[in-house]
């Protein structure tokens, strides 16, 4: 009798403990790559959201390597194992389109991060407008000459989405300042390397000429700022601008060199993840994460809305210590 | 000093190879001697000066085209350019001499460039505790790490004999792994200015990355062509079994041609990281394929046993000298690469017009 009772109470123990993990939230997290510091920092905060640490919500975050491929199998693998949602960063605007297809047809929810992808079946979206910066930093810097003058461009990988729209800015900016002169214009792959070596070469090419730097990223910047101190030039006398936030750069800021527009990595990715978790649910969830009240300008509507953008904020003097301090 | 055919002067390290060329090759050699009874001069003066006059005719229609290229500030920013790519492709001319290929330098530039940062920053959170320790430490430690990849993959294709391509392609992989693993994918900021000085600091107003390519140069060049251990590794290169045969270790000579690159590889690391002041995790992606690039524009066989640094050294400067020029006229970078793609397939037809006759 005592042996049968055991049994029973283990059995109900066991199922009870099964029924328990088939209640937690599977959700998986598909960033397309995680070499460099933003994806990090967007990772980072997926496990800092305060349903991850409470354990309500079971996450797994698949590195995509930076390859479509990549990411359309470890789809395979979120729908055979029946995650509950998916939160989806694309390398790729349209190679990312099946992949979304192939969770919807499982009836899984896919909340886009990030970047882009072309595809009616996504969930929703949290990211930031990436022609909103490009023309922000243009602006910075032909503020900061007066609108007149020469400017160079240092161009993302030709080809890329964060590309296309940052230039899309850069240009509806300068189409403001007719008198500014672009002298150059090329990409430099997000690479402060090879920035680097083309504006040793620009500012040979066009001696004393050169007025403004825009970098469509941070580490573009950076590098056109080494160029310029190699050089013997005063970075001051120069107004350059990049995108991003990246630590490197913020310690810029405060040297006074450089202007950054930070992206919220955090809030692209909590943001994505309360809507997952709020899908994963079927709407019966209040979202968690405290980014809903910073930033005013994106309010959650229920979780209805289809793109909920994440507001741009510029690096200043005034606020640079602030981010720091975040940055570990 | 021309060492690359046998029919020509014997350099050293042509000796050897003459004396352990095997049959097969003589049929080549035979075509060969019919073209030496034509126009001479010519055909000396192109065949192994050929890319010496190539670079000179670029940098003549450059000077003509720019007004900027040929003033000391911009020689200048053409040889710091090449200094990296030219230091890598020293040390891949090493291997290639062996019929070896070596395509981890990149990933090795990287590893080596972070490893040595973490001991030569001044930030507080990205060194290691204690950092920063003093610039030689930093550089012996890159050193180390660069010579330690190298040595692996050394044991593996010498010892173990797979392929030098697999063995560099594993090593290509696992050191950008262990890069990423031990900076966490975080680059490694605010190194010291005394670090700094090997990427952008000068003498006599002569920058010192230049300098270091320079040494890195004349002492390569004094290995290969007035050492004992030069010789062999032409006579490894040119044909394997009759070094064997005459009693040459190849094992070891296979050995230290991958610890030279691994080690330049690691120092050319820190030249990057110096000049760009910061060691970053994503850095020397597809350098390789630039080292291999002016090693083969150089003149330098990919079938071993033939080829110079000195051409090397050009085939590097070409590089350095299309890319800048054509930056300074303003032209797309698109085009650089298609220039260059045709560049690297020119020299080798080239090359087999010398080896196998018109």
């Keep these: ?328 | 000093m021309p060492n690359h055919s046998s029919t020509f002067q014997p350099e050293p390290g042509q000796g050897v190879r003459s004396m352990a060329e095997e049959p097969v090759m003589s049929v080549g050699d035979d075509k060969k001697a019919k073209g030496w009874l034509g126009s001479e001069q010519r055909r000396l003066l192109v065949q192994e000066y050929g890319i010496f006059l190539a670079f000179l005719i670029l940098v003549a229609v450059l000077s003509v085209s720019n007004e900027f290229f040929l003033t000391a500030g911009n020689i200048s920013n053409v040889l710091l350019q090449t200094s990296i790519n030219g230091v890598l492709a020293i040390g891949m001319t090493f291997v290639i001499l062996t019929r070896g290929i070596d395509l981890s330098v990149g990933s090795v530039v990287a590893l080596a460039g972070i490893v040595s940062a973490s001991f030569v920053t001044s930030s507080a959170t990205a060194g290691i505790s204690g950092a920063p320790y003093p610039v030689a430490l930093g550089l012996g430690i890159g050193l180390l790490v660069g010579i330690a990849c190298g040595a692996v993959s050394g044991l593996i294709v010498s010892r173990f004999s797979v392929p030098a391509f697999v063995t560099t392609l594993g090593m290509l992989s696992a050191a950008r792994g262990l890069t990423l693993i031990y900076g966490g994918g975080r680059p490694v900021p605010a190194l010291t200015p005394a670090f700094r000085w090997i990427g952008t600091g000068d003498v006599f107003g002569i920058p010192a990355p230049v300098i270091i390519l320079a040494i890195v140069f004349a002492v390569s060049w004094w290995i290969l062509n007035r050492t004992r251990f030069g010789r062999y590794i032409y006579a490894v290169g040119g044909n394997p079994h009759a070094a064997r045969t005459s009693g040459i270790n190849i094992t070891r000579i296979q050995f230290v041609v991958y610890v030279i690159s691994g080690g330049l590889a690691g120092f050319a690391g820190m030249l990057l990281s110096a000049r760009t002041g910061s060691a970053l995790p994503q850095a020397g992606i597809a350098y390789e394929l630039d080292a291999i690039a002016a090693v083969v524009i150089g003149g330098t066989s990919l079938s071993g046993g033939v080829g110079r640094v000195t051409g090397t050294l050009i085939g590097a400067l070409i590089i350095g000298v299309m890319n800048n020029g054509l930056d300074l006229m303003g032209i797309q970078s698109y085009y650089q690469q298609v220039l260059k793609g045709a560049l690297i397939v020119g020299a080798v037809m080239l090359d087999q017009k010398r080896n196998y006759g018109a």
Excluded at chain 1, 17 to 43: C, V
Excluded at chain 1, 178 to 195: F, G, I
Aim: proline share 3%.
């Design chain 1, 1 to 328: 009798m005592k042996r049968w009772m055991i049994a029973l109470a283990s059995a109900t123990a066991l199922l009870a403990s099964s029924a328990m993990a088939q209640e937690k939230i599977k959700i998986g997290a598909a960033p397309y790559g995680l070499n460099a510091e933003f994806m990090q920092i967007w990772a980072a905060a997926l496990q800092e959201h305060p349903a991850v640490k409470s354990g309500e919500v079971e996450l797994t975050v698949f590195d995509g390597r930076y390859d479509a491929l990549v990411q359309q199998d470890q789809f395979k693998t979120m729908v055979t194992q029946k995650y509950n949602a998916i939160i989806f960063a694309p390398i790729d605007v349209d190679a990312g389109a099946a992949a979304v297809q192939s969770a919807a047809d499982a009836g899984i929810p896919v909340i886009g991060s990030n970047t882009r992808v072309n595809s009616d079946l996504l969930t929703s979206y949290v990211g930031s407008d990436d022609t909103i910066s490009g023309y922000m930093e243009a602006k910075t810097v032909l503020d900061k000459i007066g609108c007149k003058g020469n400017v160079v461009i240092l161009e993302g990988p030709v080809g890329q989405s964060a590309q296309i729209s940052r230039l899309e800015g850069n240009k509806k900016a300068l189409a403001e300042c007719p008198d500014v002169k672009v002298l150059e214009d090329q990409t430099a792959n997000w690479s402060r390397a090879e920035a680097q070596t083309l504006m040793e070469n620009w500012l040979t090419a066009h001696p004393k000429q050169i007025n403004g730097v825009i970098g469509q990223n941070d580490e573009m910047a950076l590098g056109a700022i080494e160029a310029i101190k190699a050089a013997g030039l005063d970075v001051k006398s120069f107004a350059i601008a990049g995108i991003d936030g990246i630590t490197d750069a913020l310690h810029a800021v405060k040297a006074g060199e450089m202007t950054s527009i930070l992206q919220d990595a955090r809030a692209q990715a909590q943001g994505a993840l309360d809507l997952a978790i709020f899908k994963a649910k079927k709407g019966d969830y209040k979202p968690q994460s405290d980014i809903w009240t910073t930033y005013k300008d994106m309010p959650w509507n229920d979780g209805k809305e289809k793109i909920y953008n994440v507001p741009w904020t510029p690096v200043t003097a005034e606020n640079v210590d602030q981010l720091l301090a975040t940055r570990k």
